[in-house]
């Protein structure tokens, strides 16, 4: 029995720096696509930007990492990719809104993932989605949004910019006139130039990357945060969770339970447990290298990170929200019959 137990602790021993040296082999002068589903100014893709510039060196092999775009429907189209086609090789890593880890349960058509079934690496930040008013609207309070119509941009009818615009129009009496439709920073430009004065759903930590002159001037006021806590910048800007009827509390906080893993970076499901342990562990060090969060602090990038187990407990854990809750979720990101024409008009527009 004894010299069992020896033969099985040997083999084990013996079996851990050969499996290194495998991932070592196997990513050796390979090149690791680091993916972004949004557009190439946003602020998902200066984060993808940022882990393509430094998670090679802390990967076995040290392989090469590339930035590459797949944008589309707030990041569903990378998702789908990375789900249904990409290899399962361990070469092809992503980021997507952290909203589309939970897709399947608020908005369930033309989803074909389960949310669980990726293999969660990292993701690098906390989010706390705000909703603000252009400065010179003069719209500067939740009353001044519940006594006249206000106009919201959009850049997409289920998207969270619109989904928070809608959410509060039902739960908190606002009279957002959302229109979808704009494409990455076309929102903001819209907000400088007056063709919209609102703009709900979008991450402050985005704001701060994209905009900080806009902050720092003040030339927009912040109503509510969308999030499970606060940002720690704006601890005086109200929750909205906090502010609206207990019947709608549960399904406000599922609207923002995804915050809490933000620029979150998925692999494919099932690639070898090896790789997926090697770039688990690539991302950990990553967020801890100096030459990294110099690089993050340069542009404005918050760090503040979340590791691939703990994410999986948490999207586990969201999964089993009831039904009741998730099915008023999905009403908030049900667009009324008037956004759809405005969506419909301003296609049109473009067209001509």
Known sequence: MKGTFATTAVALLVAAPAQAASVAEFYKGKIINVYSGHSKGGAYSAYARLVARHIGKHIPGNPTAVFRLKPGASGLVLAHWLHDAAPKDGVHIGTFHERI?????IAPKGIKFDGRDFTWLAALAKNASVCFTWGASGLKTLKDLQAKVVVAGASGTTATDAVMARMMNKTLGTKFKIISGYRGADILLALERGEVQARCGFGYPSLKTTRPDWLRDKKINIIAQLSSVPHPEIPNVPMLKDLVKPEHKAAVELGGATDVFARPYAAPPRIPAERAAALRTAFQAMVKDKDFLADAKKQNLEIDPIFGD???????????????????????????????????????????
């Open 310 to 352: 703990a994410m999986s407990k948490e999207i586990d854990k969201l999964y089993k929200t009831p039904k009741a809750v998730a099915a008023q979720v999905i009403e908030f990101r049900t667009p009324l019959s008037d956004e759809q024409k405005i969506k419909r008009k301003n296609k049109k527009k473009k067209a001509e």
């Open 101 to 105: 880890t939970i897709e399947p349960m």
